[in-house]
C-alpha cells in the first residue's frame, strides 16, 4: 500500500528553528509537496521538490531524498502565525496525490 | 473574493436528506478536485475533473456523486446523507499547464450529519 508518515505533533519556541520530518512509500514518485494549513482553513501551497536537495523559499526550506523516500520542512525564526498543520503529500506514478495526515506544530512564546 | 468558493461553509443535516456542496473557481482551470478531511487522516479524494466532459472517481466515492455543470463549477452531492459523512470537505483546482500540479482549494464545507 502507500504510505505517508509524519509526526502527529511537535512544539517549538518562538525564534527558534523546527524541522519536520516525512517519509513515504509509494508506488512510484512525481513530486513532493508541502502545504500549511491553519486551523479551520484550506490548505496553502508552502513548496515542491521533484529532484534532490534543499530548496529554500525565505523562512522556509524544503529537503528531499528520493532514495530514502524522506523529506523535511525547515521552518527558521518561528513566529507565532507559523502555528499550522503541514501536510506533506506525494504524487506516484499515476500522478496521484497522497497525503500524510499532517503535523500539528505548537508555538510557544 | 476568493478564487475558489465553496457553498455552504457549513451545514447540518440529518440522515437520510440530500446535500448539494458547490464549487466556483475563478482562476480558468480546467482541473477540479472534491476532498474530505478528518481528524488524524490525510485529505482523501472523493471526485476529480479535468474538464467538463470528464469524471472520474477518487478513492472514496462511494456515497457521494458529483456534477461539472461548467469549467467554473463542480458540485458534490451526497445523495442520503449519513452520520460518517460528518467532515470537512474541500474543493480545489489546478491548471493543466502548471507542471507541479499545485493544488488552490476553497476555503471548505463543514457539514454534520446527525
Known amino acids: 500500500g502507500q504510505n505517508i508518515d509524519q509526526p502527529t505533533e511537535m512544539t517549538a519556541t518562538e525564534g527558534a528553528i523546527v524541522q519536520i520530518n516525512c517519509t513515504y512509500q509509494t508506488s512510484g514518485f512525481n513530486g513532493l509537496f508541502w502545504y500549511q494549513q491553519h486551523a479551520g482553513e484550506a490548505p496553502t501551497f508552502l513548496s515542491y521538490n521533484v529532484l534532490d536537495g534543499l530548496e529554500e523559499k525565505g523562512r522556509f526550506s524544503s529537503f528531499l531524498s528520493r532514495s530514502k523516500g524522506y523529506s523535511y520542512l525547515l521552518l527558521k525564526e518561528l513566529q507565532m502565525k507559523d502555528s499550522a498543520s503541514y501536510l506533506c503529500?506525494?504524487?506516484?506514478?499515476?500522478?496521484?496525490?497522497?497525503w500524510g495526515a499532517g503535523t500539528k506544530l505548537i508555538i510557544k512564546p | 473574493d476568493a478564487d475558489v468558493t465553496q457553498t455552504p461553509r457549513n451545514r447540518i443535516t440529518k440522515t437520510g436528506k440530500r446535500i448539494m456542496l458547490e464549487c466556483s473557481q475563478t482562476?480558468?482551470?480546467?482541473?477540479m478536485y472534491w476532498y474530505r478531511q478528518d481528524p488524524g487522516l490525510g485529505l482523501r479524494l472523493i471526485y476529480y475533473s479535468f474538464d467538463v466532459k470528464d469524471i472520474n472517481k477518487g478513492e472514496i466515492s462511494d456515497g457521494y456523486s458529483v456534477s461539472r455543470q461548467a469549467q467554473a463549477k463542480f458540485s458534490l452531492s451526497l445523495e442520503s446523507a449519513i452520520p460518517n459523512q460528518t467532515a470537512l470537505y474541500f474543493c480545489?483546482?489546478?491548471?493543466?499547464?502548471?507542471?507541479?500540479?499545485?493544488?488552490?482549494f476553497g476555503e471548505g464545507s463543514r457539514l454534520t450529519v446527525l
Open positions: 482562476k480558468g482551470h480546467d482541473r
Open positions: 480545489a483546482t489546478s491548471d493543466l499547464m502548471e507542471d507541479t500540479g499545485e493544488l488552490f
Open positions: 503529500a506525494v504524487t506516484d506514478s499515476n500522478y496521484q496525490l497522497i
